[in-house]
C-alpha cells in the first residue's frame, strides 16, 4: 500500500540537541498527524494538523502543515531521553491516515 | 479509562495453521479498525468496522482473512491458512467515529509464523 516519504528514517543525537524530521506526498491531504510508537506498543497521536500552513506546538514538539498540503515537518527541541521511539507522519483525508516508513529517534545521555 | 486491548500480545504458529486475534476497543467508540505493520513500516488498513458493519475492507486479502465484530464492541481479526509473509504486528484502533476523530490504537498482537 501507499506509504508517505518520511525523512530522515533514522537519527543518532545527544541529549539536548534539536531534532527536525518532515514528510512529504504526491497527494493533497486535509490533515496531517504526528504520532510516536515506543517498542511493543501502538502509536500514539503528538500533534494533530487541520489547515494548510498551520502551525502548531505541544511543549518541546512544534508542527507545521505545508501550503501545499503535501508535506509537514516535526521539531523537537532540547532532546531528552524518553524522547527515543519511531515518529510516524500520517496524512489523512477522512477515516483512514496513510503513514509513512517512520524516522527512528535514538538519544544518547 | 482502559484504552485498547488486545490479546494475545505475542502468537508463534507454523505456516498453514490458524491463527485468531482479539481487540476490544475504548467504550463508547463507534469505529474499530485493524491495521497491519511490518518491520520498518507504518501501520497499513485492512478493515474499519463502524458499529457492526464493515464499511472499508478493500485492503482485506479476503482469500485468507476475516474479521467480525458481531455485536458492534468487541472484534476478531483471523487469518486461514497463515502464510510466512503474514509474520507482522497487527494493530487495533478505536475511535469515537466522526470524520477525524483520533484513533487510540492498543498495543498490537505480534505474530510470527514459522
Known amino acids: 500500500g501507499q506509504q508517505l516519504n518520511q525523512s530522515p528514517q533514522s537519527m543518532f543525537i545527544q541529549e539536548g540537541e534539536d531534532v527536525s524530521m518532515n514528510c512529504t506526498s504526491s497527494?493533497?491531504?486535509?490533515?496531517w498527524l504526528w504520532y510516536k510508537q515506543d517498542p511493543g506498543e501502538g502509536p500514539v497521536l503528538l500533534i494533530a494538523l487541520y489547515k494548510a500552513g498551520e502551525l502548531t506546538s505541544n511543549g518541546r514538539l512544534t508542527a507545521q502543515f505545508g501550503i501545499t498540503r503535501k508535506d509537514s515537518f516535526l521539531n523537537i527541541s532540547a532532546s531528552i531521553p524518553s524522547d527515543v521511539g519511531i515518529y510516524f507522519c500520517a496524512g489523512q483525508l477522512s477515516y483512514i491516515p496513510t503513514f509513512g516508513r517512520g524516522t527512528s529517534l535514538i538519544v544518547h545521555p | 479509562e482502559a484504552g485498547v486491548v488486545q490479546s494475545p500480545r505475542y502468537k508463534i504458529i507454523e505456516k498453514k495453521q490458524p491463527v485468531a486475534f482479539w481487540c476490544n476497543p475504548i467504550?463508547?467508540?463507534?469505529?474499530l479498525y485493524w491495521y497491519l505493520q511490518n518491520l520498518g513500516q507504518g501501520p497499513e488498513l485492512l478493515i474499519r468496522?463502524?458499529?457492526?458493519?464493515?464499511?472499508?475492507d478493500s485492503q482485506l486479502p479476503k482469500d485468507r482473512f476475516s474479521a467480525e465484530r458481531l455485536k458492534g464492541v468487541d472484534s476478531t481479526l483471523k487469518i486461514q491458512p497463515a502464510e510466512l509473509g503474514d509474520s507482522a504486528v497487527y494493530l487495533c484502533?478505536?475511535?469515537?467515529?466522526?470524520?477525524?476523530?483520533?484513533?487510540?490504537f492498543g498495543p498490537g498482537t505480534r505474530l510470527t509464523v514459522l
Open positions: 497527494s493533497i491531504f486535509n490533515t
Open positions: 468496522y463502524e458499529n457492526e458493519e464493515a464499511v472499508d
Open positions: 484502533a478505536s475511535s469515537l467515529g466522526r470524520a477525524g476523530d483520533e484513533q487510540f
Open positions: 467504550s463508547g467508540h463507534n469505529t
